[in-house]
């Protein structure tokens, strides 16, 4: 059974690798060029989900501060006297 | 300074310009070209190479003042710790090979962190050593350039992922693969060959279904290469998603021929416990440098050997067996032992080019101690292989052996006469006495408590 979250990805991803395909042509392409080429199109994918997982640990971080900053200062005894 | 010729050079060593392995006087050593020097200089004064020598991810070596094998394209000499024995992808277990995968990708990631990068992933510069996977190819970086993609991708796919998919949701078999395809599994066959589930695998479905259907479809297209660009985020997206597919595929090693053998044997447990105390005595008589186990099975006898210390070689012919012999090793931090698949009646060959890219079992060899326990009716009943011949494969493949007779009345032998006509007139103890006389010297024999089975203790004769 295919998880949930697999489903945007393995949708995805095929639209993506023909992309690069419309490139303008220069060189003779074996088998290789074409794995740099698929990867280049995984990259951008994959690289989006490694950003969103940096800045989803980042985000995270500053509502897990912003929340403890504001229960302090609602907190009784932070008050000043 | 020691003189050395080109005549010891490594017959694998010729693809690579950056440089070559070559043996002097009993040594290996590896010669670095001046092209590779800017790459080489920076894998060992980035602090890299000590990283990875740290995490025991790659063989420690010391630069030598030895004379270059090839001077003019010389720039340095480094002697490298030499690897105990040299064992290929096709004859590790699942495991072995996921263990050298991860391993790979592990150092892949470290290079990144240190401004370089593998352009080399190919699964045969990893070796087995003290029981984990190491990395041996110094000239296998190169710098990282900012936005490159990873030139070693579609190696590390059909090295590594292609066979361990093909293992964990095929057949594990379908590691044998990489015997006749020398630089993988082609990505085209091994999407064939996955079952259509693995589609919904996302790592699969990128790095091997639409990868090598790509490859195929479009083989004859033009494309612009220098415009492609791999961000370094997308760079570690592809290394992490290829880390995590690897951890994700799995192997139960269980219901095989041999996975199980132990507990479907006619032995009891007095004449197990007696096999075990006669095979530690024979092995204290011969004092061994090193011992293969051949027909080893899960390894109980090899462990013999290899607790006091010998370096230890378990092949055994069952993908079950090695994978539980691999994964004890695992669980018990085992140094000395090394499990590998192997069928002795047809043992891996010399291949690649000129036969000579990767050594045939032979030419590994020999041995200084073999065992050859419960061996013998399989080579000669199951595999119709004469007495004489079977004593010639021994006395080429060691110093001392030690093996054990089972008789035809022996249950196991009866198992193997119960789907055969009963050919073997000369299967009996004395045609296998005189035989094995021919090469060896019979020094000790001692039958098994509570068994018809004998061990014997046998050196091989000064002529042979």
């Known amino acids: 059974m295919m998880k949930r979250s697999m489903l945007p990805k393995t949708l995805i991803m095929p639209a993506l690798l023909y992309l690069p395909f419309h490139q303008v042509v220069h060189a003779y392409v074996d088998g290789g060029t074409i794995s740099l080429v698929i990867q280049s199109a995984i990259g951008v994918f994959v690289g989006a989900l490694v950003a969103i997982g940096l800045y989803w640990k980042r985000i995270k971080a500053s509502v897990k501060n912003l929340l403890s900053r504001s229960k302090k200062s609602g907190e009784p005894g932070e008050e000043p006297h | ?464």
């Open chain 2, 1 to 464: 300074v020691k003189s050395p010729t080109n005549s010891g050079i490594v017959a694998s060593s010729f693809r690579d310009p950056s440089g070559f392995v070559f043996w002097q006087d009993g040594a290996i050593y590896r010669q670095i070209n001046t092209i590779y020097k800017e790459d080489y200089d920076r894998l060992m004064t980035s602090g890299l190479h000590k990283a990875l020598v740290e995490e025991g991810l790659i063989v420690s070596h010391e630069e030598v003042a030895l004379q270059s094998a090839a001077p003019q394209v010389a720039y340095k000499v480094i002697r490298p710790d030499r690897v105990p024995f040299i064992s290929y992808p096709y004859e590790w277990s699942f495991s072995q090979l996921k263990g050298a995968a991860l391993a790979t990708l592990r150092i892949q990631r470290k290079a990144l962190d240190f401004g370089m990068s593998l352009k080399d992933c190919s699964a045969y510069n990893i070796q087995f050593i003290k029981g984990k996977p190491v990395f041996i190819d110094t000239l296998s970086f190169e710098k990282y350039q900012e936005g490159s993609p990873w030139v070693a991708y579609r190696q590390f796919c059909q090295h590594f992922l292609a066979p361990l998919a093909l293992m964990s949701h095929r057949d594990s078999r379908l590691g044998q693969l990489l015997r006749i395809h020398l630089d993988g599994v082609p990505l085209d066959l091994a999407s064939k060959l996955l079952p259509r589930r693995t589609h919904f695998s996302f790592c699969l479905l990128t790095h091997i279904h639409l990868h090598g259907r790509a490859q195929a479809r479009y083989s004859d297209t033009r494309i612009d290469t220098k415009r492609l660009r791999l961000t370094r985020l997308g760079f570690i997206g592809i290394i992490s998603s290829l880390e995590s597919g690897v951890k994700r595929l799995k192997w139960n090693p269980g219901g095989t021929e041999w996975g199980d053998y132990y507990q479907d044997t006619n032995y009891s447990a007095e004449a197990f416990q007696h096999k075990k105390q006669i095979v530690a005595e024979f092995l204290e008589a011969i004092h061994a440098s090193n011992v293969w186990d051949l027909g080893a099975n899960t390894g109980i006898f090899s462990r013999i050997a290899s607790d006091k210390g010998i370096p230890t070689i378990s092949f055994d012919i069952d993908p079950a067996a090695v994978e539980k012999n691999y994964l004890e090793c695992r669980r018990r931090g085992e140094t000395n032992i090394l499990p590998l698949l192997s069928d002795l009646t047809n043992p891996s060959p010399g291949i690649g080019w000129q036969n000579k890219e990767r050594m045939s079992l032979a030419e590994r060899g020999p041995a200084d101690a073999v065992l050859a326990l419960a061996l013998i009716h399989h080579l000669s009943i199951s595999n119709n292989t004469p007495f004489a011949k079977i004593a010639d494969f021994f006395a080429s493949t060691c110093e001392s052996l030690v093996v054990e007779f089972v008789p035809k009345s022996d249950s196991q032998v009866q198992r193997l006469l119960a789907t055969r006509e009963d050919i073997f007139v000369d299967y009996t103890q004395q045609a296998f006495e005189s035989e094995f006389a021919k090469l060896f010297v019979l020094e000790r024999s001692q039958p098994i408590t509570g068994s018809e089975r004998i061990l014997y203790l046998m050196r091989r004769r000064e002529s042979t």
